[in-house]
């Protein structure tokens, strides 16, 4: 029986979590694959930390370049999680021939484009169903299942740690930072939790996505991106009378033109759209293709195991295709003959939250505002409660661009009878 | 840029959406795939009938042999929805080393392992997606997405006629004649019914899943099938009052010694489970992996367009596969060495619904019976109304084998306050 070494860079919690299901499930492996997968080397920061999985001392370096130099190993799993040492890691082992598989969202996003083009010279593959949404197979869905669609839109809940936080908050009425702690307390959010509640890890994974449904790599710089920190839990009370439920979505999208947006905030979704029941550390993707139409994604979109099962799937396809070399691999970006709208343009519906004057006229004040703007308005309501002698008023949005609706907001804060800055957040109604 | 000719028997709605979309969505295929996936031949009945698309009648031939004496034609797709003629066509064109792309459910279901001997003896690879749940890819994903999981259970709507007339019967209250009759009046079900809502074309699917998940093909002799035309609004409506969606179900699980279950069934879930909220012609399966958790899959389970997505996928790896053969295709069931537990040792919960005579006593009397049976019941209410001069009672029974419950309502439908055949539907709690 033929057997693949493979090289491990990186033995954090989905590194430990590969090492232990690719001994755990070995014979199942090897029976359903026909071969065997062999973990060769491990390269690792710190030999002494205990990662509750045993493994021989005797494969261990804490050298990654020990991988690159050993001709034996033909593939290579990156989960360094590191940005210019993955880079070179990574680039090093294309230029080497060897396959690489990654979990390595970040780096794809920013050096999606130079490591596929290295690719592409060096002929070898990247698989990197890992980097997105966890144990969801949300890549091979988009490269190869809706191969002969033209992906209308994603919708995607595609952060675990910010989920989590918005369920909370919804369910027990608590304030983002209440929810934010326990959700470090349960081991669901980093110390330093930035990236999650600032968007921009979703935002890889838009960037992600975007790429392999539209075919080209969407600078990160051309999309845009706002976290869940501002959300109280007052917007998702109001927003729940409205019949919403606020989630961070990802959005991406192509108009008729063939321009597409990729976004990533917090939205109110229907509370009856499937995506709003998706609760606590889970993602999933809503995926609507031309030819198939409405698709779901469901699964846990981080952690160790939902995690190691995308990597063992792109190991067991990286050895594969070492048996026989394939020209394809579905679809891949390749090119930068797309174009990305910038968020100015984006038509959509928003929520907006005033704090205003409990006196009469205040609504027409604000109303008079949006109708000189020609921005229309869906629907609005007067919350219970005060803040000092203020009270919340809430507006819903009809249909405006961004540039529109920042200019109404501007105004509308420059009012005597609005006594804080307007708060406003995105509705997606799926229309 | 190389062509691949293809064969495509049977021109029903499938073959004529697959024909449309591979030529609208040309020149996206083109440049995703880097080669032309050109319709060569149709092989069809009835020359003159309308099928809504455009296609060069010198292509066409009422002789699927015409297909397989054709060198050039190296892939073909089988969308007869034949059994004989089907096997007959598949088996000569892997005879004749041709790659196969079918969505024939029942014939793989019955003639599996036929054809997947006879594809390994020829080394040319079978692609079926559309088999099972349409445009969903559930079979990639349990193929190749979940290659390093053992796989716990399934649980699948996978039929989309019985989930509209359940939904039908659910929303609106209606009788299941009626919600029968206007399926067929939305063209959501057959003018011959039969196999959607007696449970067979979901077992179809349920022992091509099973054999996919734990790698033997299950005989359908040895599945347990039970539609859904026993249903009345009132077992709906009181299920509704335990808290409770009826859903046809197939069900798929391997308990701890490797015996497997494979059955389909109306069944009783909890209305918070993520199944019971897909509603109409919608399919969804839930996967539960050892390494991946809790997934969930979710689309258009049949139609035109669905089925056609999954044709094309197949299509564009099988021509893949001929640029550069590979040895293996994601897990194929390839023996014999698994075991189906018989449905009278398989152990869950019951809903019973018995008419029995309004008078005190009759409760003591069947709970006397299901004590003495050492049957525990979890909870009993007597809905309102009444059927003649009966009421019904409902109860809920904890856990019993099959064989036990059916002793039970042997007995209990034999006790003279008991006044028409018991009705027993099974209880899902995803414990």
Redesign the interface.
């Known amino acids: 029986m033929q057997h693949f070494a493979i090289g491990l860079a990186g033995m954090g919690n989905v590194g430990a979590g590969v090492f232990k299901?690719?001994t755990q499930?070995r014979a199942?492996?090897r029976?359903?694959?026909?071969f065997e997968l062999d973990v060769k080397k491990i390269a690792l920061r710190d030999i002494n930390k205990n990662r509750g999985v045993d493994f021989p001392t005797g494969i261990v370096t804490t050298r990654w370049q020990d991988i690159l130099d050993d001709p034996e190993i033909r593939i290579v799993v990156e989960l360094m999680g590191q940005k210019e040492e993955s880079l070179r890691f990574m680039l090093g082992a294309i230029e080497r021939g060897k396959t690489v598989v990654t979990g390595n969202k970040a780096l794809l996003a920013e050096h999606g484009r130079e490591i596929f083009d290295a690719a592409t010279k060096h002929k070898v593959p990247v698989f990197f169903?890992a980097a997105v949404a966890g144990?969801?197979?949300i890549i091979?869905?988009i490269r190869?299942?809706?191969?002969?669609?033209?992906i209308r839109s994603i919708h995607g809940i595609i952060n675990g740690t910010s989920n989590y936080i918005l369920t909370q908050m919804t369910e027990r009425e608590i304030s983002f930072t209440e929810a934010l702690a326990e959700a470090q307390a349960q081991g669901y959010a980093e110390a330093d939790p930035t990236l999650d509640v600032n968007g921009w890890d979703a935002a890889h994974k838009a960037v992600i996505l975007a790429s392999l449904a539209y075919?080209f790599w969407v600078p990160t710089d051309k999309i845009f991106v706002e976290g869940i920190d501002q959300i109280t839990a007052g917007d998702i009370r109001f927003a729940k009378k409205l019949g919403y439920a606020i989630k961070l979505l990802g959005i991406i999208k192509a108009d008729e033109n063939g321009e597409i947006e990729v976004r990533v905030h917090p939205t109110l979704i229907p509370e009856k759209h499937?995506l709003a029941?998706v609760n606590g550390v889970f993602n999933?993707l809503a995926v609507h293709?031309?030819?198939?139409?409405?698709?779901?994604?469901?699964?846990?979109g981080a952690g160790q195991?939902?995690t190691?099962?995308?990597v063992?799937?792109d190991l067991?396809?990286a050895a594969?295709a070492l048996?026989?070399?394939?020209?394809?691999y579905?679809?891949m970006p390749h090119g930068l003959y797309g174009t990305c709208k910038p968020i100015d343009q984006i038509v959509c519906e928003y929520y907006l939250r005033l704090t205003v004057e409990d006196r009469p006229g205040v609504v027409a004040q604000v109303a008079g505002v949006l109708g000189a703007l020609n921005i229309g308005i869906s629907s609005l309501f007067q919350p219970e409660g005060t803040e000092g002698e203020a009270v919340p008023l809430v507006f819903v949005i009809h249909k405006a661009t961004s540039a529109q609706i920042q200019n109404a907001l501007d105004q509308i804060g420059a009012l005597p009878c609005v006594k804080k800055a307007p708060r406003m957040i995105r509705v997606e109604n799926f229309a």
């Open positions: 299901h690719l499930n199942l492996l029976e359903r694959l026909g169903e144990g969801i197979p091979k869905a190869e299942a809706f191969i002969g669609n033209h075919g499937v029941s999933a293709g031309d030819v198939v139409g409405e698709t779901l994604f469901y699964g846990r195991d939902p190691t099962s995308s063992i799937a067991a396809e594969a048996q026989s070399p394939r020209s394809n579905g679809f």
